[in-house]
Each structure stands twice: as structure tokens, then as C-alpha cells.
């Protein structure tokens, strides 16, 4: 679908990247939200990373708490004006990926 894409490895989704302002998750965040906003939607669960590429851009990667999803993350690139741009989910190596597929 527009929007979306599928990281796959070994032939398995592994991570799904998301390009689209129609696409949010389950708590309302998605592109255009403000970093503050996400910080408020997961209190506690983001850690925050310098952006490789975009000055003043920034990494927010929640890491949940539950034991049972330890694999697996969440994670928002902002834009030097700390606006998500993109964000994607998967296994926890996966989306820590900078580049991802072409």
C-alpha cells in the first residue's frame, strides 16, 4: 500500500516502515506529531539519539516495558523542527536500521 513498506529478511517481515500522514498507532502518534507529543503519549519509554543525517533531527525509540515484547520496537525520525517525519516498528535490531531496504 502507499505509504508502507516491508523490510524482509530470511523471508519474514521483520520490519514495516511507515510514509504516510493516514497511518497512526494505536495511541494517535504518527507523521507530524511534535517529539513532546510522543514523549507524552509513552511516558518513561523513550530514549532519545541524535539523527545520523538531519540536523537537529532526532531518533525517539519507545522500548517497552512488558517482558513479552522485549523484541520489538517502536521508533520516530524528526525533522530539525522535532516533527516525526516517519516512523517504523519490528524487531528491535531491525528498527534500529538506519538505512533501510531499496
Known amino acids: 500500500p502507499a505509504g508502507i513498506s ?3 529478511s530470511n523471508s519474514r517481515i521483520v520490519r514495516v516502515d511507515i510514509n504516510t500522514e493516514t497511518i497512526t498507532t494505536p495511541s494517535g502518534a504518527g ?3 511534535s517529539a513532546d507529543e510522543i514523549k507524552a503519549l509513552y511516558p ?3 530514549e532519545v ?3 545520523k543525517y538531519v540536523e537537529n533531527g532526532q531518533y525517539l525509540r519507545f522500548v517497552p516495558t512488558d517482558a513479552t515484547d522485549q ?3 517502536l521508533l520516530f525520525e524528526t525533522d530539525e523542527k522535532g516533527r516525526v517525519t516517519t516512523f517504523r516498528s ?3 535490531d ?3 536500521y538506519v538505512e533501510g531496504c531499496s
Open 49 to 51: 539519539s541524535v539523527h
Open 44 to 46: 518513561g519509554k523513550i
Open 94 to 96: 531491525e528498527v534500529g
Open 71 to 73: 523484541g520489538y520496537r
Open 6 to 8: 516491508f523490510m524482509v
Open 31 to 33: 507523521i507530524g506529531s
Open 90 to 92: 519490528g524487531f528491535t
